[in-house]
T-cell receptor, first 113, second 111 residues
């Protein structure tokens, strides 16, 4: 079975540019999570969706970050405009109901120059 | 107090040794518990769920102590391939599956 699929795997861009990260959750999972990981701050939850509805976006750093989930099989995380401090690994994860564990994608390694 | 706390380590142990990690959580309403492992520059991967009665998967044993609000992971006969960061994960039931990750305990198994 396919796991969580993220794209791109790597992104290098200049500050000020728009960055779009994509995620396809595991089929049948109804919760989707976006995380950011850095050496300094560890793994941080940015936002999560349940049945395509954003439930908690309190982890989103600022208005430059936005996330959408237009359907059960696709989500995006956008950063506009990007800044060097946004450089990190961004993970998407999904889970089913009833206390099921989350499964992570391979992550997107983002570098903002 | 952090929601989930772990000793960051590193734990440096020789091959074949037994090593144990503990993790404490602050929310007494927590209902789901997991251990994940994360290799350098890789995604976190589920190692095992932790059940109330404790559970074992090969060389790995997980325990839950609700009274003291901690979970533990025991690794027997450590292998070089066990070298990784182990993340404690705790969730509160409510249907939304949100969990809190600990910052991880680093294990280095030495030849």
């Amino acid at each position: 079975d396919a796991g969580v699929i993220q794209s791109p795997r790597h992104e290098v861009t200049e500050m000020g540019q728009e960055v779009t990260l994509r995620c396809k959750p595991i089929s049948g999972h109804n919760s989707l999570f976006w995380y950011r990981q850095t050496m300094m701050r560890g793994l941080e939850l940015l936002i999560y969706f349940n049945n395509n509805v954003p439930i908690d976006d309190s982890g989103m750093p600022e208005d430059r970050f936005s996330a959408k989930m237009p359907n059960a099989s696709f989500s995006t995380l956008k950063i506009q405009p990007s800044e060097p401090r946004d450089s990190a690994v961004y993970f998407c994860a999904s889970s089913g109901t009833g206390g099921q564990p989350q499964h992570f994608g391979d992550g997107t390694r983002l570098s903002i120059l | 107090r952090k929601e989930v706390e772990q000793d960051p380590g590193p734990f440096n142990v020789p091959e074949g040794a037994t090593v144990a990690f503990n993790c404490t959580y602050s929310n007494s309403a927590s209902q789901s518990f997991f251990w994940y492992r994360q290799d350098c520059r890789k995604e976190p991967k589920l190692l095992m769920s932790v059940y109330s009665s404790g559970n074992e998967d090969g060389r790995f044993t997980a325990q839950l102590n609700r009274a003291s609000q901690y979970i533990s992971l025991l690794i027997r006969d450590s292998k070089l391939s066990d070298s990784a960061t182990y993340l404690c994960v705790v969730g509160v039931s409510g249907g939304y599956q949100k969990v809190t990750f600990g910052t991880g305990t680093k294990l280095q198994v030495i030849p």
